[in-house]
């Protein structure tokens, strides 16, 4: 879903082709390597964008020694389409950094809405973090297990909670 939203807001600015987008995710910081882009599955996302009728093929560039480009552009279906795929990304996200492409493109998207579906995660990850708290396992086991997995996830809960509510609040004041 990562890959057809980058696609989408891209051509909200331009129509592109996608040899020149995936340079652009490669520059300045290898992202296609990173999360595993190959030139394939960006050419898969544009045939299926295209297939659902949220891009079309606008024109071909035909250059003498190289292969032809063919340039899409964004329909009118698809832009409406890119808020509410942006808005499912949010919400089925559970950690930040799968919401990057979501944040980059906020723009297109309502922020209370996005705050919404924040809050109610960080509601939902405090409901089970303290359903768990309250549990009390037989005494019997290694002690030492059990106290360094509370630790781990104690600690980890607790960073997640933040940075979810560090996150609400930059959306909210507008510093992302």
């Known amino acids: 879903m990562s890959i057809q939203i980058f696609i989408l807001s891209k051509l909200m600015e331009d129509n592109n082709y996608p040899y020149k987008l995936k340079k652009q995710l490669s520059e300045p910081i290898p992202l296609d390597r990173l999360g595993g882009l190959t030139e394939s599955k960006l050419y898969y996302h544009f045939e299926s964008l295209a297939k659902q009728g949220l891009v079309e093929p606008v024109e071909v560039i035909k250059e003498e020694h190289r292969p032809d480009k063919q ?3 964004i329909t009118a279906k698809g832009r409406e389409e890119l808020p509410k795929k942006i808005y499912k ?3 089925n996200a ?3 950094k799968e919401m990057i492409v979501g944040l980059a493109n906020i723009k297109y998207v309502d922020r209370e809405k996005v705050v919404d579906i924040l809050e109610k995660k960080v509601h939902s990850i ?3 973090w303290e359903e768990l708290g309250n549990f009390e396992p037989e005494p019997k086991g290694n002690e030492n297990i059990r106290e360094f997995l509370g630790g781990y996830f104690s600690t980890r809960t607790d960073h997640t909670i ?3 509510e560090e ?3 930059r959306i909210k004041t507008k510093e992302l």
Do not use: G, H, T
Request: no cysteine; net charge negative.
């Open 126 to 128: 405090k409901a089970i």
């Open 89 to 91: 990304l949010f919400e």
């Open 162 to 164: 933040y940075w979810f």
């Open 71 to 73: 340039v899409f552009a």
């Open 167 to 169: 996150l609400i609040r």
């Open 94 to 96: 559970d950690e930040i």
